[in-house]
């Protein structure tokens, strides 16, 4: 892998279904590429796609045109080289903690003795030192997410894929969650594609925020947040951070009142800002 | 380790650390548990005996649990002998059932074409009185055990088969596509998420088919048997010595509640390891 070239692509990426009221187009010619290391946050209203074109690069969905590259690779099926965080922590409720984080170790057969300093060593960085034996009922909902980042985290994949992942948590534990996640990202250095339609979350996160929406789906715009890193909690509240927000907000309306004008009853966005 | 980190551990430890609740509360509430049903129990029995007495209800109509259990206990020897197929033809039909039961299901979750196929003829055959065919059994089987081991398998095997199916399908689809994005084979995923998330429903599902199981057996033999506590009820009922009969009975109920208990055990232990823990 050269340094600088795209580690994740997409070019003309689509994605159809067939229904019985006909055809869907979930995404319609996604183009898009990543740098090795880089977070990219998809950024859009629901139903945009954003999340089929995640599933598409985790393998989990295939493409039905176009192409989709992963270090170099064609994306054909899911790759032992990434991890997936979906919107639940998808825990096994009758594993312990530990045993939720080698997961992965165990689904690919690697050995457990040569992972379990490493899984103990991610809790320990997410504040979950100590609660290795507790079971997942006896977390709360952002401990239980910060469980499924370690599990995600743990076969040391190259690229994390998540999913919406703290949108069902509530707003002050979401805060707490994306301080964690930058911070931990600071330590494991990792190709981050998120979905999200936060725009805060979005901005605060990410090197490049890549906005979707419209009728049929198209990228809107690709934003760059240049803020160094590590970045301190107290950059939104910041000009540049609040222009930024203010820039993907006017986007993704625009993209809005576009697909309004085309289609009579287009369902109101739910972004949150 | 950031301040803000810690800070949210312990907001959320607080509000789902250990509970304390009362060691006096809890034992008090299992106490009513066990003591309130057993304290209503004996009282009928009470009602029983003295009822029967003071009405003088012949011991041919309705015999008193005192002279039950006195036979009960002066016929222990021929009671334990007519047990023992009664209980064990159970045991092997139960385990019959529940080998086929779950392989069958598992087929039917698995394969879409057996499914299509074989699931609605089962609901239909569901809806024969099956207690009808046991006679039918006497025609193929014969009168040996083997008509009553088929009977109870006949009649248990149903409901292994819908609870695991239902089992099967309760399972988190988030789940089967977190495996799938980490390239599980599909035994993976059924030995570490399905088998496992459908364990509670297999055991409520066998616990309704050992209840049949017996039932199915004691049918049998009813019909044919030459031993067997059905054979006695009848044998006793026939020359209307209502009180053996009814000691039979209560052997049976013995029996049973013994199967039962090995099955809830087994649940038991099984929760240990596969449970969730109600938090």
């Given at each position: 892998?050269t340094?600088?070239g795209d ?9 159809t ?5 006909g055809?869907v187009?979930?995404v319609?010619?996604?183009n898009f ?6 977070f990219i946050s998809?950024?859009?209203?629901s139903g ?6 995640l599933?598409m ?25 990434t991890g ?6 998808t825990?096994?409720p009758?594993k312990?903690?530990?045993d939720?984080v080698?997961?992965p170790?165990?689904i ?6 040569e992972?379990?300093d490493?899984?103990r ?7 979950l030192?100590g609660?290795?034996?507790k ?5 709360s909902?952002g401990m239980?997410?910060?469980v499924?980042i370690?599990?995600?985290?743990v076969?040391d994949?190259?690229?994390?894929l998540?999913d919406?992942?703290f ?13 964690v996640?930058?911070?931990?990202l600071?330590?494991y ?5 998120f979905v ?7 901005v605060?996160l990410s090197?490049?925020?890549?906005v979707?929406?419209g009728r ?6 690709d934003l760059?947040?240049p803020f160094?890193r590590p970045r301190?909690?107290?950059i939104?509240?910041?000009q540049?951070?609040?222009?930024y927000c203010?820039?993907?907000?006017l986007?993704i309306?625009?993209?809005h009142?576009?697909s ?5 009853k ?8 | 380790m950031s301040?803000t ?5 312990s907001i959320e430890t607080?509000t789902?650390?250990?509970?304390k609740s009362?060691?006096l509360?809890t034992?008090?509430?299992s106490?009513?548990?066990?003591i ?7 009282a009928?029995?009470?009602?029983w005996e003295?009822?029967v007495q ?5 011991e041919?109509?309705?015999?008193s649990?005192s002279?039950i259990?006195?036979v009960?206990i002066?016929?222990?020897e ?6 023992q197929?009664t209980?064990l033809?159970?045991a092997?039909g139960?385990?019959?059932?529940s080998?086929l039961g779950?392989s ?5 979750s698995?394969?879409r ?10 609901v239909?055959?569901?809806l ?10 006497i ?9 009553r081991?088929a009977?109870a398998?006949?009649i248990?095997?149903f409901?292994?088969?819908i609870?695991?199916i239902?089992g099967f399908?309760?399972?988190?689809t ?14 993976q995923i059924?030995?570490s998420?399905k088998f496992?998330a459908?364990?509670?429903?297999i055991f409520s599902g066998m616990?309704?088919?050992m209840?049949?199981a ?9 019909i044919?048997a ?6 006695l ?9 209502t009180?053996v009969?009814m ?6 109920c013995a029996?049973?509640?013994l199967l039962?208990?090995l099955v809830a055990a087994?649940?038991a232990v099984a929760n240990r390891?596969?449970g969730?823990?109600r938090?």
């Open positions: 892998m340094q600088g580690f994740i692509s997409a070019v003309q990426a689509s994605k279904y067939t229904t019985r009221s055809l187009h979930a319609q010619g996604a590429s990543a740098k090795e290391g880089q998809l950024l859009g209203p945009c796609g954003k999340s089929t074109l599933m690069l985790a393998g989990l969905e295939s493409a039905s045109s176009g192409k989709l590259v992963l270090a170099g690779e064609p994306v054909l099926g899911p790759r032992r080289d997936v965080i979906f919107q639940d922590a825990l096994l009758w312990s903690v530990l939720n080698l997961f170790v165990d690919l057969k690697l050995a457990r003795s992972y379990l490493r899984a060593e991610l809790l320990e960085r997410v504040g030192g609660f290795e034996d079971r997942p009922h006896e977390l909902g239980r997410q910060r499924a370690c599990r995600a985290l076969h994949p190259k690229v994390l998540m919406e992942p949108s069902a948590l509530d707003a002050i534990t979401r805060d707490q969650m994306n301080v996640l930058s911070e931990l600071e330590r250095r990792k190709t981050v594609i999200t339609h936060s725009i805060r979350e979005a605060y090197d490049r925020v890549l979707m929406g049929p789906s198209s990228m809107l715009l760059e947040i160094p301190p909690f107290e939104e509240e910041s540049e951070f609040v222009g203010r820039t993907l907000r986007t309306e625009q993209g009142s576009h309004d004008s085309s289609r009579a287009a369902p109101v966005a739910k972004v949150s800002t | 301040t980190i810690e800070k949210s551990q607080e789902t650390g250990p509970k009362g060691f509360q034992l008090a509430s106490s009513a548990t066990v309130l049903p057993l304290l209503l129990a004996s009928v029995l009470l009602m003295y009822g003071l009405a003088g209800v012949p041919v109509i309705l015999p649990p002279s259990f006195k009960m002066a016929k222990h021929i009671l334990l002998r007519h047990s197929p209980i033809e159970s092997g139960f385990a019959l059932a080998i779950i069958l299901a598992i087929l039917l698995y394969s074409i057996a499914r299509e196929a074989l699931y609605p003829n089962l239909f055959f569901q024969i009185p099956k207690i009808a065919l046991a006679p039918l059994f025609i193929w089987f014969g009168i040996g055990s083997e008509s081991l009977f398998v006949f248990s095997f409901p292994i088969v609870s695991t239902a399908a309760s399972v988190d988030n789940m089967v596509r977190l495996c799938r994005s980490l390239t599980a084979t599909e035994w059924f030995t998420v496992p459908a364990l509670p429903y616990k309704v088919a209840t049949m017996i039932i199915g057996v004691i049918i049998g033999e009813f044919t030459q031993q067997g506590l059905g054979y009820i009848v044998f006793a009922t026939a020359r209307a010595d009180v009969g000691a039979a009975i209560a052997t049976l029996g049973g509640l039962y208990g087994a649940e390891y596969y969730v823990p938090g």
